[in-house]
């Protein structure tokens, strides 16, 4: 990167960062009146309605055969995540929910490897063991600071971050020549549908918000997470993606964890031994998983 982009990368980064930092206490506070299938489902449908305008606008600028891509990136980057999340977050807290988030770099890596051609040092193999032995380490630590089973709802968080890492090389060398407001304002054009019917055909939203205390509060929440986290976070994320590398660009989650725990301690959540402890294995071997050859 020449000077100005470097300039105009790092601060996008730490937009990001404060932005889907954020996210976690967001999709808490969405939690405690809705369910995850429901946060999952609002999360995409409201992202929409703010870029509405924009994609019926947009979406005649692109070829029809570039519609499926754009369908399976929102799918990837934006839907799966966004019921995997809510619903891990059921049965983790949100500052160990951002913790393990840091996973997405390390994915960005193994799926750039596997499958698009890229090339890394060997360390970069000891730096995905290490930031794996860090999740599970998160995954075990208890309440009370000791360790026990596996809490297996981590997974759901992993498996996002394989979506994010599979969807950022996709989107790198697979779809060329969009500008990123296209990319993320269709990419929702094309989800939308699918979470409309969901929350209308399958859940009881509508109801909550009429009789359930708290709810319109619940839903404003889940309304800022949408537009700030998911619409205006993925467009400076299709921003910053164009000026740097994948690897460059999913290192956001260096700094994320650090936003998400401080919003956890101070919404009452407690980090002990074994959580610092997780953190620090995950963001060590995402360094070295992302010194590329």
Excluded at 82 to 102: D, M, P, R, Y
Excluded at 170 to 179: E, M
Aim: net charge positive; glycine share 8%; hydrophobic share 60%.
């Amino acid at each position: 990167m020449n000077d100005p982009n470097r300039f105009a990368a790092v601060t996008l980064l730490l937009v990001l960062s404060l932005i889907w930092g954020t996210s976690f206490i967001l999709i808490k506070q969405g939690l405690k009146v809705f369910s995850p299938d429901e946060v999952g489902a609002l999360r995409v449908a409201a992202a929409f309605l703010f870029l509405m305008p924009v994609a019926f606008t947009r979406v005649r600028e692109i070829q029809p055969k570039e519609y499926w891509k754009l369908f399976v990136s929102g799918m990837l980057a934006v839907f799966i995540p966004a019921f995997l999340f809510a619903t891990a977050q059921t049965h983790l807290s949100s500052s160990v929910a951002g913790i393990i988030n840091t996973l997405s770099p390390v994915w960005t890596v193994i799926i750039g490897a596997a499958f698009f051609s890229q090339r890394f040092r060997g360390g970069a193999i000891l730096g995905i063991v290490i930031s794996f032995i860090g999740c599970i380490v998160l995954a075990v630590v208890r309440d009370e600071g000791t360790l026990g089973g596996f809490n297996a709802w981590a997974l759901l968080i992993v498996l996002a971050c394989a979506c994010y890492g599979l969807n950022l090389n996709f989107i790198k060398f697979k779809v060329i020549g969009l500008d990123p407001m296209t990319l993320i304002s269709v990419s929702l054009l094309f989800i939308a549908p699918l979470a409309y019917v969901y929350l209308f055909g399958f859940t009881g939203f509508t109801d909550k918000l009429l009789h359930v205390p708290g709810a319109w509060k619940a839903f404003m929440f889940i309304a800022i997470l949408a537009l700030m986290s998911t619409a205006v976070a993925n467009l400076l994320f299709y921003k910053l993606l164009r000026i740097a590398s994948p690897l460059f660009t999913s290192s956001v989650t260096y700094v994320m964890p650090v936003v998400s725990v401080m919003w956890g301690v101070i919404d009452g959540e407690v980090l002990l031994w074994g959580h610092f402890f997780g953190m620090a294995l995950i963001l060590g071997g995402v360094f070295l998983a992302n010194q590329k050859k």
